[in-house]
Nanobody, 120 residues
Framework: QVQLVESGGGLVQAGGSLRLSCAAT????????MGWFRQAPGKEREFVAS????????YYADSVKGRFTISRDYAKNTVYLQMSSLKPDDTGVYSC?????????????WGQGTQVTVSS
């Protein structure tokens, strides 16, 4: 069983930066894929970025490429999302998720989410 707790959200002006953290309790095995998703008001949840726990390979949504960076820290069992050049469209609740066997769309564990608000 894995539990995920996000932190680091807040209010920031357009062009600013934030770093989100996702602390995991429980064992994160090498087969895991860790990801970040977001949901804006009135919109469906969308994928933002993912990272393979074993080799650190990453994948990003086109809308955040070049602005966001996902990373992991083995020792702290934590995944980060560094967000730069933020835009008002980046506003939403950001949630961390874990996919135990890196199977497409099999995100089995979710955090409670953290609010990110980007003002224009």
């Amino acid at each position: 069983q894995v539990q995920l707790v996000e932190s680091g959200g807040g209010l920031v002006q357009a062009g600013g930066s934030l770093r989100l953290s996702c602390a995991a309790t429980g064992r994160i095995h090498s087969t895991y894929l860790m990801g970040w998703f977001r949901q804006a008001p009135g919109k469906e949840r969308e994928f933002v970025a993912s990272i393979a726990w074993n080799d650190g390979s990453t994948y990003y949504a086109d809308s955040v490429k070049g602005r966001f960076t996902i990373s992991r820290d083995y020792a702290k069992n934590t995944v980060y999302l560094q967000m730069s050049s933020l835009k008002p469209d980046d506003t939403g609740v950001y949630s961390c998720a874990a996919n135990p066997f890196s199977i497409s769309d099999r995100w089995e564990y979710w955090g409670q989410g953290t609010q990110v608000t980007v003002s224009s």
